[in-house]
């Protein structure tokens, strides 16, 4: 940790000249000025009242109708979502709820009437402005996942139509993953090919926009060159300090425990004009270019989803993870609507002397006493003891964990965990959470029946040990490299390689998706020996994307790991036995 932090908070890609980026209202509302219909479709959390009142204020419209207006009564909307949304404190189900799904039909089809009456310049502002008329001029206001979270956090910003912007976060949270935040993308996947700018909301001081045509460029381009999304950092019970150090994090916060460091649904994609970064949600650059990202075979397995995840779990100077499970398959399929489930592995980035797992049962335990024991704890009774009944694996850096769906588990504290997962992180079944408190001072939620039903109560210590932990195989070796098989356990559908290196190790996606972490070592540069992108350099615990159709490229030490031995540690969805 007495590293000199070099890790890149906001990285983007390089995607044109300054002069294509317009930046303010006043320079905005020039660019983008119309004589009939200007359509503004917003991405619910994209301030529409600001957009339609700034633009207003400029263009002078003889008409403006904002979309918020047209929706269904709050109460029809609560009535329409309860059945997806249960009364589950965390989870819901996917379900086949679109944008248009939100609106009353009959003050749609009004909306509709009084643009075809109507002769002279209209405004149309908000989530499915494009819904009410074909415009002349389309324009969509985009904003990343984070920043909704942040704004929902704040109290200023609620679900579409349900006016709740004083609800508590996992209210809003859980409106938003099950159902607002899917029925907005289904319905933008529909507009990408064919809007006409995009507008950056992020910051509603600084507005910024840039043409259509240079926003599918800039994506892409970034569809055939590695690249990294950008990260956040959140605190949380079990927090500690090491993302504080290594990645230069402001001591704003009580702790730093997670960073979401490649998950494409959540993250956000930096577009570089000249001085100006662009943010949009990285999942756009998925829903725009699948099959150059992920591969034809993972597109034809996923769709327009990013299924390999990573993120760090910091509890240097804090404390356990609570005890969990990840549903099976099958039961994340009948019961939520999810047609594939979170297998996961914990990678050790760093661990202290006394850092540890916690992995599988113990061998010959009472079932019964387990369950009644996490249930008493639960109910205000006597702690749970965990090491009666779970493992407790002492962890050193590079050691690699597997954790397939159905096992208990959690990182101690002292551990500085790369977790390698699928992405539908949200279905974890806390079974106990060592009697504390969640940040918001309430008992953080608990699992337990969801938890048992998914226990596989055969993956015992022996077993464990044989085929969870260290599983690593030497695959391959070349000049200056060796290549390691570390994972993942046959049950689940991601593979990781580690190499080592002092040279250059050659790769090939062999059409799909490579993600990777710098688990040792400066600094490395990812160079094309076609010269088909420019040198990619990054950074110690950077997580990086190499799309599938950048096929052959190479990975060397530079900077200051010259001479010193580095480390990638790749994972990709297996496509063949």
Known sequence: MSRQPNYDKFPFVAAGPAEECIVGWDEIAARIKH??????????????????????????????????????????????LAPVLTDDRVFGRMNGITLPDYFDAQLLSQARAKVKASTGTILLVGPGAALVTDADVLVYADMARWEIQLRYRRGVLGNLGLENESAAFPEKYKCGFFVEWRAADEWKKQLLSKLDFLLDTNKDETPQIISGDAFRRALAITARRPFRVVPYFDPGPWGGHWMEAICDLPKDQPNHAWCFDCVPEENSLLLGFGNHRVEVPAIDLVFSHPRELLGDAVHGRFGTEFPIRFDFLDTMGGGNLSLQVHPLTEYIQRNFGMHYTQDESYYLLDAGKDATVYLGLKENINREQMIADLHAAQNGGPAFDAEKYVNRWPAKTHDHF?????????????????????TPYIFTFKLWDWGRLGLDGRPRPIHIDHGVANLQWDRTTAWIEQQLINCIQPIAQGEGWREERTGLHEREFIETRRHWFTGTVPHNT???????????????????????????????????????????????????ALGSECATLLAYVRTSA
């Open 402 to 422: 597997l954790i397939p769906a159905g096992t208990i588990h959690c990182s101690g504290k002292e551990s500085m965990v790369l977790e390698i997962s699928a």
């Open 35 to 80: 004589e009939r219909i200007l359509c503004v479709e917003c991405y619910p959390g994209a301030n529409a009242d600001a957009i339609a009142k700034e633009l207003a204020s400029r263009l002078k419209p003889t008409v403006v109708i904002q979309t918020t207006s047209l929706l269904k009564s709050a109460e029809q909307l609560r009535t329409m």
């Open 510 to 560: 062999r059409g799909g998706v490579h993600v990777l972490n710098l688990v040792q070592g400066e600094e490395a540069v990812v160079e094309s020996p076609t010269s088909a992108f420019e040198p990619f350099v990054v950074h110690y615990a950077e997580t990086f994307i190499v799309p599938a159709a950048v096929g052959e490229y190479t990975i060397r030490p530079s900077g200051k």
